[in-house]
């Protein structure tokens, strides 16, 4: 399973853009970038998933360069509550969903 | 569609009793993962089931076991309980290459 590497916490303020990166040197042809956001005593909630290029949902987006060797989550335009943990995964989706979590990055935004 | 189901929500057990969870995957998600949340180790994967096999393991020891039904529901069971094993309990569930879908946990208590 790659490891993953990414910023141990952040800070920003209401109404920027944050972008998270995360590294995945060792990434493995047939795995998939997964980000989960987590606030406290919950289950972490799916963000956004991709393979390549460029992904884009309603709540964020997310940049994997063409070597797949790192991956950043762009969050547009953050509010307080999206005060979280924000985890970076990597791993073969095709053989089941194990995952090895990181410590994570915690974001605080500030007012 | 209804999310992740976990039950109990909450637990409290001594050390040596066994103890059984219970999860409820998305409706036609085949494929439950378990994993242990603690402050001192962080998300751990405990096992993965598929279609009623064990298609992941984790580096749990024996005590930590799991089963999942023909309805795809999954139970972990952990015996002989010890003080370390007082965590956040949570369960996911996934369907092919989505992501996967954490339900609120269950926090289990040991004295």
């Known amino acids: 399973l790659a490891k993953t590497t990414q910023p141990i916490s952040m800070d920003s303020y209401e109404g920027q853009e944050v972008n998270i990166t995360c590294s995945h040197n060792?990434?493995?042809?047939?795995?998939?970038i997964t980000w989960y956001q987590q606030f406290p005593s919950q289950g972490p909630r799916f963000i956004i998933q991709?393979?390549?290029t460029k992904v884009t949902n309603e709540v964020a987006s997310l940049f994997i360069p063409a070597d797949r060797k790192s991956s950043t989550l762009s969050l547009p335009r953050v509010s307080l509550s999206d005060t979280a943990v924000y985890y970076c995964?990597?791993?073969?989706?095709?053989?089941?969903?194990?995952?090895?979590f990181g410590p994570g990055t915690r974001l605080s935004v500030l007012p | 569609k209804a999310g992740v189901t976990q039950t109990p929500r909450y637990l409290i057990k001594t050390r040596g009793q066994q103890v059984t969870l219970s999860c409820s995957p998305i409706?036609?998600?085949?494929?439950v993962s378990w994993y242990q949340q603690t402050p001192g180790q962080g998300l751990q994967f405990l096992f993965e089931?598929?279609?009623?096999?064990?298609?992941n393991k984790g580096n749990f020891p024996g005590r930590f076991s799991g089963r999942q039904f023909s309805n795809s529901r999954s139970e972990m069971n952990v015996s002989t309980l010890e003080l370390g094993d007082s965590a956040l309990y949570l369960c996911?569930?996934?369907?092919?290459?989505?992501?996967?879908?954490f339900g609120p946990g269950t926090r289990l208590t040991v004295l």
């Open positions: 991709g393979y390549k």
């Open positions: 060792n990434i493995a042809t047939n795995d998939y």
């Open positions: 089931y598929f279609s009623e096999t064990q298609r």
């Open positions: 409706s036609g998600h085949r494929s």
């Open positions: 996911a569930s996934s369907y092919g290459t989505s992501g996967a879908f």
């Open positions: 995964l990597v791993g073969d989706i095709d053989y089941g969903q194990n995952f090895v």
